[in-house]
């Protein structure tokens, strides 16, 4: 059975730093590309950031050069580190792999 687990939300000041992990299990985790989705209140859920199974990134130009997102396939998990938060970056952050998701970590960003 996969399981997606994510880790590292919390609260911070806004210009902080915060990372995020995604820990895998029950699966080949280095065939497939992996993505973070984050949802905000009120907002529909989106793609923040994805990376293919050899490394190609890309990101959501809300992101781009702020965030950055890498995998290690020997700890079967994928991270995501945040800079420079703002305000707006607050929500729910999803894993995504395939079909699978996990139950989302809160992220908020405090002025």
């Known amino acids: 059975q996969v399981q997606l687990v994510e880790s590292g939300g919390g609260l911070v000041q806004a210009g902080g730093p915060l990372r995020l992990s995604c820990a895998a299990s029950g699966t080949i985790f280095s065939i497939n590309a992996l993505a973070w989705y984050r949802q905000a209140p009120g907002k529909l859920r989106a793609l923040v950031a994805r990376?293919?199974?050899?490394?190609?990134?890309t990101y959501a130009d809300f992101v781009k050069g702020r965030f950055t997102i890498s995998r290690d396939n020997t700890k079967n998990t994928m991270y995501l580190q945040m800079n420079s938060l703002i305000r707006g970056d607050t929500g729910v952050y999803y894993c995504?792999?395939?079909?699978?998701w996990g139950p989302g970590t809160q992220v908020t960003v405090s002025s």
């Open positions: 995504q792999m395939s079909e699978y």
């Open positions: 990376i293919s199974s050899g490394g190609r990134t």
